[in-house]
């Protein structure tokens, strides 16, 4: 017998950044286009949520939670682990704009650690 999945029911925070009339836009990813001598790349590199430039160097950004409660949802498991919804949203910040933040946006991460780095090798299938 098939069993359902479970639902990925959105959260609703107080905050009117998140919710309302002042609502923000997802993390947006632009596309851009590479020249080299002899190679053309498309590539897509998200916007800084902070000055709305595209993020050319990955390493040099944060993925960060904004209007974070302490709220969060269990939705469910993965690979035997319980996953749970954070109330906020996370946006990518170039550094500048993350140390110019009045907050200190918890949770964050690297955004290398979320957007790998095409300039890096790929990760061979395997482990190897």
Request: charged letters at 25%.
């Amino acid at each position: 017998m098939h069993k359902a999945a479970p639902s990925l029911e959105v959260m609703q925070s107080d905050n009117p950044c998140i919710n309302g009339a002042g609502a923000t836009q997802p993390t947006e990813l632009v596309p851009l286009m590479v020249k080299g001598r002899r190679r053309l790349e498309y590539r897509f590199a998200p916007v800084c949520h902070g000055c709305g430039q595209p993020i050319l160097n990955i390493n040099e950004a944060n993925v960060a939670v904004v209007g974070g409660g302490s709220r969060d949802k269990l939705i469910g498991k993965h690979n035997g682990k319980s996953v749970y919804r954070i109330d906020g949203r996370a946006f990518v910040f170039c550094w500048p704009c993350d140390r110019a933040q009045e907050e200190n946006n918890v949770p964050w991460e690297y955004a290398a650690a979320t957007f790998r780095s095409r300039d890096e090798r790929p990760a061979r299938r395997g482990g190897k």
